[in-house]
Each structure stands twice: as C-alpha cells, then as structure tokens.
Nanobody, 120 residues
Framework: QVQLVESGGGLVQPGGSLRLSCAAS????????MGWYRRAPGKQRELVAA???????NYADSVQGRFTISRDNARNTVYLQMNSLKPEDTAVYYC??????????????WGQGTQVTVSS
C-alpha cells in the first residue's frame, strides 16, 4: 500500500510564505503526475497545481506567479512553495499522487490534508 504524509501547513499573515511537502512511502517504482488540491470552507475542492513526471507544470489562475510546485523523484516527494499568500488562499490542502508502477500499487492516492490559514 502507498501512504502520503503531508507537512508544512499553518497560520501565516497576508503576504507571507509557506512550503508544503508531501512524501509518498511504500513500494513505488514510478509516479506519473503529482499535484496539490485545496478545499476552502463552503467551496468545492479545486486543483491548485500539478506536475508531470517530465516536470511540466500547470497552475490555477488564482495562484499563477505566486505558487511553485516541484518534485523530488528520488524521494517520491512533491512540494508547494506558496508566496504572497492571501486570505482567500485559506483552505485545507491535499496532495495527490498517481502511482503507475508496480501494478499492484497503481492508482491515485491522497494525503490527509493540511490546514493553511492566512490571516492577520
């Protein structure tokens, strides 16, 4: 089985920065896309950023230019650097990892979620 462990959330003032990490553990030979989603109170979950195995990235318009997604394939870890945070970034952030190999662990996996609160 594959497990994801997230870290890095917390309380930060507007304009501040946070870095989220998500490490996948278990028997993993290959990972396709890795991404971050968020769910704000009263809203649906939305994609924040994603990165492919080749390093291609895409971002939600609302975070473009402020957030940066990256991955360390040797550590099966994905990061989200969040700068210039705004109150509207307040949400629970979830990482998502698409494992492609081995076949018996193939599938989409989700982290437990980490709270990010942007407030003065």
């Amino acid at each position: 089985q594959v497990q994801l462990v997230e870290s890095g959330g917390g309380l930060v003032q507007p304009g501040g920065s946070l870095r989220l990490s998500c490490a996948a553990s278990g028997v993993i030979f290959a990972i396709n896309a890795m991404g971050w989603y968020r769910r704000a109170p009263g809203k649906q979950r939305e994609l924040v950023a994603a990165i492919t195995s080749s390093g291609r990235t895409n971002y939600a318009d609302s975070v473009q230019g402020r957030f940066t997604i990256s991955r360390d394939n040797a550590r099966n870890t994905v990061y989200l650097q969040m700068n210039s945070l705004k109150p509207e970034d307040t949400a629970v952030y979830y990482c998502n990892v698409a494992v492609s190999s081995p076949s018996y662990n193939r599938g989409d996996y989700w982290g437990q979620g980490t709270q990010v609160t942007v407030s003065s």
